[in-house]
């Protein structure tokens, strides 16, 4: 498995290629957990090169989809307006 990231102007990309097991979901906690420190304001992933996924992964990305709402609920506390949470399908 493979995570790569990429920042455009308004958004973070973070794609991943691969299947994602229990070995790779570790993988894929530690990479989310470096794009959460950019505090993006807008996260694109894209999965479409993963043809499977076991359930630590899909936790992986859940755990990564409630801190990163957390820390834009705070943002958005100090005066961000223009966040926005995207799910695009490819």
């Known amino acids: ?18 299947a994602v097991d229990t ?7 530690t990479e989310l ?3 959460l420190k950019l505090k993006p304001s807008k996260v694109i992933m894209d999965l479409s ?3 499977t996924m076991g359930s ?12 990163w709402t957390a820390i834009m609920r705070v943002l958005r506390s100090r005066g961000f307006t223009k966040i926005s949470i995207t799910s695009s399908r490819r």
């Open 49 to 51: 090169l993963v043809p």
């Open 33 to 35: 957990g470096k794009a």
């Open 1 to 18: 498995m493979e995570v790569t990231t990429r920042k455009t102007e308004d958004a973070l990309i973070v794609k991943v290629s691969g």
């Open 56 to 67: 630590s992964g899909i936790g992986k990305i859940l755990f990564f989809s409630r801190a």
């Open 23 to 29: 070995e790779a979901a570790e993988v894929l906690r």
